[in-house]
């Protein structure tokens, strides 16, 4: 379809948009503020996350943070990501689009690209087997929000500092891996060093080198609504 910004939110209809970034980007606001605002234009939305968003999904997220990710080989932290994503696929964005829903989801193949690519697996690599996990439905736009890796941390409360065996002296309760920024625990990801998350941020700015569909780069240091805005400005221009 042919850039209209007139018609900026009818083209999502049937369309896959994926929100991903650094911790404390901003991502899952920004999600669930354009899932708000598509929903008042008549538009019918349906919001996941990645990990999990499925019963056998939310398991090996569980199967993930029930482990030392430090003694974990990174081709299985990476494969079990791949088999929750897979789930997430065929039980839930499939059935969505094929019903003309907009999907908005909350961190996807990107994120592994970012995560493990920092972790030393080639994000290459994480494409070629992502495309026996997901098949053909690949985002038709993943939103990259940027900032800096101390802003970010700075917004969650959280110190990264928290590595390996001595993390579960610090995790309480019932974990989650990409937690809600109101969450003060740290996870298995936040729990690594700031050199890794420095590892991250490049590797989200460099995405599109690698990946097989489009991505934007949004700025997420400004406030909310100044960040909706952009999300708004992008979703005109691009052509979906």
């Known amino acids: 379809m042919a850039n209209n910004p007139d018609n900026w939110a009818e083209k999502l209809r049937g369309k896959f948009v994926v929100f991903d970034g650094p911790d404390g980007c901003g991502k899952s606001t920004q999600r669930e503020r354009l899932g708000q605002h598509l929903v ?36 299985c932290e990476t494969f079990l990501f791949m088999a929750s994503r897979a789930q997430l696929v065929g039980e839930v964005v499939e059935p969505a689009l094929k019903r003309g829903a907009v999907v908005l989801c909350d961190r996807f193949v990107s994120a592994t690209c970012a995560y493990q ?13 992502a495309r026996y996990a997901i098949g053909d439905t690949w985002p038709d736009l993943t939103l990259v929000f940027d900032v800096d890796v101390k802003q970010g941390f700075d917004r969650t409360g959280r110190r990264p500092q928290y590595v390996g065996k001595n993390r579960k002296k610090h995790v309480t309760g019932t974990p989650t891996l990409f937690a809600n920024v109101d969450d003060g625990k740290p996870d298995a990801m936040e729990a690594r060093p700031m050199e890794f998350h420095r590892k991250v941020r490049a590797n989200f700015l460099s995405l599109g080198n690698v990946y097989p569909r489009p991505v934007e780069t949004v700025d997420g240091r400004p406030s909310v609504d100044e960040v909706h805005a952009c999300v708004v400005e992008v979703l005109k221009r691009v052509d979906l």
């Open 117 to 129: 690519g920092a972790a030393g697996y080639d994000p290459c690599r994480v494409v070629e087997v």
């Open 40 to 75: 008042e234009l008549g538009l019918t939305v349906v919001q996941c996350k990645d990990p999990g968003g499925t019963i056998i999904g939310d398991r090996i997220r569980h199967v993930l943070l029930d482990h030392d990710l430090s003694e974990m080989d990174v081709r």
